[in-house]
């Protein structure tokens, strides 16, 4: 699902450069649920942000899904991701102005899917929202903006998501439903799972561990 060769990526601001990632190389299977750690700063969120398409590489070759990344322009890697790719995010980004079923329809019905709101419905009754469809994101708890979050990653069926932080903002409680809720759904549907986090206990759920460090990557915790 995921090949990345030697790719480092480094940042310019008015301190200087600053290597993010240095020559990192990383393989990972279909269906397969990986951890990522790491200390703040360490490249966690830039790497999910490459294997998004959303960064490119300083240097490097990234394949996802059996697309060489490098070789898409900006409208190819928007249908990519709209194909293969779903997104849980740790503030959740909803449109405040949209409902849940319109939050978790509108990347689909971007994408050109005829039955994004059926799908939108669907997914929200999966996530235990099926009596939340019409409610803004507001009138919403944050566990619940963030199955809807979820919702939205899973609903059009990838093959790859990619969380960063997803409880970030959650009590533990509300974080363990949620977790429970993504791990439940990678399972159902077969996709690959990368999960940034802090929280050890989390990525031991995992079937991998990572750990980003000084811009090099080694499995394990």
Known sequence: MIAVYNVSYSLVSGAGTVNVLEGVSWQVGQGQSVAVVGPSGSGKTSLLMLLAGLERPTS???????????????DELARF??????????NFLLLPALTA????????????????????KQALVQVGLGHRLQHL?????????????????????????????????????????????????????GATLILVTHD??????????????????????
Do not use: W, Y
């Open 60 to 74: 490097g070759r990234i394949v996802v899904a059996n697309h060489d990344l490098l070789a898409l322009d900006e």
């Open 81 to 90: 991701r709209q194909r293969h790719v779903g997104i849980v995010f740790q």
């Open 101 to 120: 079923e319109e939050n978790v329809a509108l990347p689909m019905e971007l994408a050109g899917i005829a039955d994004a709101r059926e799908r939108a």
């Open 137 to 189: 994101p507001s009138q919403l708890s944050g566990g619940e903006q963030q199955r809807v979050a979820v919702a939205r990653a899973f609903a059009s069926a990838p093959d790859l998501i990619l969380a960063d932080e997803p409880t970030g903002n959650l009590d533990s409680s509300t974080g363990q439903k949620v977790m429970d809720l993504l791990f439940d759904l990678q399972a159902t549907q």
């Open 200 to 221: 050890l206990q989390l990525a031991r759920r995992c079937s991998r561990q990572m750990r980003l460090r000084g811009g090099t990557m080694e499995e394990g915790l």
